[in-house]
């Protein structure tokens, strides 16, 4: 027993290190599990504030910026008006409204923090729980997708950016239609790579990369880049594709959230696969 | 000495200044400068090497609030603070330091402060983007954010003792 206090003793400083250190590495490396690092993110109220704060003042470096995105996307909408349509039979004028049914709500927010130098990069927006948002929601901006929910508060969220190594949703290529998975392998916030595509299916360069809406968290046909470039895997009969962001990740300011109303049915209806087998 | 109040205030102050301006800079790069080491540093020389690493520990955790990084900031904060003293001791003027107010430039001279900083920032940034990356594969990425973001925190470091820190008069 002597012998076991003497030996704590000799070694407390190295002990306190090492209990530390443990902590401090086990909540980084569960960062993946997501209800135990539910704790260490900018959601939490106060630092979310503080954020919302330091944006308040720096917002306005950025207003023209913005400004001009919002005004192209207004644009964009109001060509898509029954007024900006001529009919040139009124006999087959239709009105199908009722036709379809909303499947997606877009939630506004603002981004009030975010990071794109990091291996797994995250930023927070100041729309929360009361806001409607959950987890596992997808993020784009006016200029294509840029991310997933990853936690909520009451009034903040956090999202996991689309810089980060497993973001891993399914993505296809106009044109040919092959469909992949979405990684952010490289250290350049501008690409990311599009993985498991057979590298026996013809790809053009430049051809547009869009989502495939197949996990829920977009609707089908959301832009999220172009090909940059193309080159067969090393010892694998894939390609290895890099895509050009089409939203500059440095520059996101204002972004919204998806609602996706089927959703639930969706998940459903896919969780019955794995009973099948 | 310094009192207890100045370094809570300081405390304070390295956090928001790291979490709301240096974390959110853009240097391109991937060059990312992390100045809250400099309080680690500064912190008084009598404190027991314990006391020490759990202070660095609440300092990195509340960086780690800011910046999204889940304990990645505290266990490299955590691993300067184990390292000082052996760090202090490797490079103690001749006699000693007891006669000096606090660990700063101001009071030991820019060679020692160069040097001690030095070697501290070098752990911090490596031992940092070593667990970011976690791939010895990608040593080159992990070797060129050490140095890169490692040269400009120094130079933030002096900049900070040069407009915070100057030599006090004797009275």
Not at chain 1, 58 to 80: D, G, H, M, P, V
């Amino acid at each position: 027993m002597r012998n076991l206090i003497a030996f704590f003793q000799r070694f407390r400083v190295f002990l306190v290190f090492l209990v530390l250190q443990l902590i401090a590495l086990g909540s980084f490396f569960s960062w993946m599990s997501y209800p135990r690092t539910k704790f260490f993110n900018t959601s939490s109220a106060v630092i979310g504030n503080m954020h919302s704060w330091s944006h308040e003042v720096t917002k306005y470096l950025t207003l023209s910026e913005a400004n001009e995105e919002l005004q192209r996307e207004l644009i964009e909408l109001r060509e898509e008006l029954p007024e900006s349509f001529l009919s040139i039979d009124a006999k087959t004028a239709l009105i199908n409204d009722t036709l379809y049914k909303q499947a997606y709500r877009y939630i506004p927010a603002t981004v009030i923090n975010s990071s794109h130098q990091h291996k797994n990069n995250y930023f927070t927006i100041d729309a929360g729980r009361l806001k409607g948002i959950s987890a596992k929601m997808g993020v784009v901006s006016s200029n294509g997708v840029v991310g997933i929910v990853y936690d909520v508060s009451d009034h903040f969220s956090v999202v996991k950016s689309i810089l980060t190594e497993n973001i891993n949703f399914s993505a296809y290529i106009e044109g040919s239609k092959a469909f992949g998975i979405v990684k952010y392998l490289e250290n350049d916030p501008r690409r990311i790579s599009l993985t498991g595509i057979s590298n026996d299916i013809a790809i053009k360069r430049g051809s547009l990369v869009k989502t495939r809406g197949s996990s829920g968290y977009f609707p089908q046909g959301l832009i999220i880049g172009k090909v940059d470039m193309l080159e067969p895997l090393e010892g694998k009969p894939l390609w290895d594709i890099q895509i050009r962001l089409s939203q500059d990740m440095r520059k996101v300011h204002h972004v919204f959230v998806i609602e996706n109303i089927l959703g639930e049915e969706l998940e459903r209806l896919q969780g019955k696969i794995k009973e099948l087998n | 000495m310094i009192g207890l109040p100045i370094h809570i205030i300081r405390f304070v102050l390295f956090i928001l200044a790291q979490g709301l301006i240096f974390g959110k800079l853009d240097f391109g790069f991937g060059i990312h400068p992390m100045i809250y080491p400099l309080f680690i540093l500064m912190l008084p020389f009598d404190l027991s090497a314990i006391v020490l690493m759990i202070i660095a520990f609440l300092m990195g955790i509340s960086v780690d609030f800011f910046m999204n990084t889940f304990g990645l900031h505290a266990s490299a904060s955590v691993i300067i603070a184990y390292f000082r003293p052996e760090i202090f001791k490797l490079f103690s003027p001749r006699d000693g330091y007891e006669s000096f107010r606090q660990p700063s430039a101001g009071d030991l001279g820019y060679s020692w402060f160069l040097s001690v900083a030095g070697l501290m920032v070098l752990i911090h940034h490596l031992w940092f983007f070593f667990l970011e990356y976690f791939k010895l594969s990608d040593w080159f990425y992990i070797l060129q954010k050490t140095l890169l973001s490692g040269l400009l925190t120094l130079l933030i470091f002096i900049l900070i003792q040069i407009i915070f820190f100057k030599k006090q008069k004797a009275l």
